[in-house]
């Protein structure tokens, strides 16, 4: 496998491993097909930074024309420095204090709050603002029960049947609301669920009279699997188009569409590469170990989702002995691919962990005072480009007192 030109372990050898390898040329066609999701206008597409916030990317992604969602005020912090406006970013709140909110009010942000209680919290502290509320629809979608974001067992959202309490909050600290959003779930591959959640945030939305925007949520898949059929990106934007058009004419004036999609922008950007230290066969097993513990990507564990893994030394083709891949952290749970023909595996290969490029980083950390790793760009004029160094033993010590 080459990667700008040069072999995959010589890139390794470089930066060391583990390491997360980013491509500007993919980032910023995903970012276009996104851009061109829909022919109804005006529309707009939010970022959702919580899959990469990586500086470096968000540049890349606000230069390509979107605006982001933001789940925190280190988000905040992190796309303002990015050169995202105030006006561009979303705060899509969940269960903030009095300090997190007044940290957005203060940016000049806008401001989604998500239950009746917040937003009885933002009318006390912002009174005559002018604010978004996200709406449960009622139904959701997803890989897996962990990432699915509507439904009445969901935390998130005002649920459809308590919208009339909007009012009376609003009306209580002269508030407008300007925008409704909703999330219902990641990485769907079918647009079935989504086009009918789409259309129920429209039903309430004829209850508002002031709207300036419809966020109508992300989640849009990517198939993590070499088998698995692409979400048809642009049959479910003419559908929402047609859906759109119709709303548009019932309510009297055209909004702004949103969509906050996240890991379809920087998932397929991004591998990770390992390197094996130590083959290990056990009965009726044999394990890869690596130096990829989920402390590294920790999606294979807390979901149990499937990442493609290749050996990037150049092999024969032949489908070798299963194995299963693991990390190197104290947890039986460590594991990044079971039952992987990796033909003619050795100790010192490095391997390739395809579309990590959403909820790798992101989600890492130093458990096991295990070291957060390096990330690296290649640009379009397929120059290696260092976007983050790899953690220092010293960066151990970094807030604590002794």
Known sequence: MKLAGREARDV?????????????????????????????????????CKANTNVAL???????????????????FLLLTAGFRPEEIFFVS??????????????????????????????????GGRV????????????????????????FGIFHTDVEHIFSIAKRYNLT???LNQHIGSNYLTGTVYLESVKRLLSIAENFADLDFIDF????????????????????????????EKWTTRYGKRITAKIEPGR??????????ITVHALKQNPGITFAGTDGGFNVLARPMMYGAYHEILNTREVDGTAGTPVTVCGNICESGDILGEN???????????????????????????YNSRLRPAEVLITEEGQLRLIRERDRLEDLLLHQIY
Not at 233 to 243: D, K, R
């Open 12 to 48: 390794a050898a470089q930066f060391g491993t583990p390491l997360y390898v980013y491509s500007e040329r993919i980032l910023r066609t995903r970012c276009r097909e996104i851009k061109n999701f829909i022919g109804y206008e005006p529309f707009m597409p939010n970022y959702s």
């Open 58 to 76: 968000l540049k890349i992604i606000r230069s390509e024309g979107f605006h982001a969602d933001a789940m925190s005020p280190g988000e905040i």
């Open 94 to 127: 969940n269960y903030v204090d009095d300090e997190e909110m007044r940290f957005a009010i203060r940016a000049g942000v806008t401001i989604s709050v998500d239950s009746l209680a917040q937003l009885e919290r933002y009318g006390r502290l912002n009174p």
């Open 132 to 155: 978004a509320v996200r709406i449960n629809p009622g139904i959701g979608d997803g890989h897996h029960e962990k990432v699915i974001t509507g439904g009445a067992h969901s935390k």
């Open 177 to 179: 609301i300007t925008g």
């Open 217 to 244: 949520g992300g989640g849009m898949g990517i198939p993590y699997k070499n088998d698995a059929a692409r979400l048809n990106l642009a049959t479910l934007g003419e559908q929402i188009t047609e859906v759109l």
């Open 264 to 273: 379809y922008v920087v998932a397929e950007s991004g591998l990770l590469l």
């Open 340 to 366: 992987r023909r990796l033909s003619d595996l050795r100790e010192g290969d490095v391997l390739a962990v395809l579309d990590a490029g959403a909820y790798g980083f992101s989600m890492s950390s130093n």
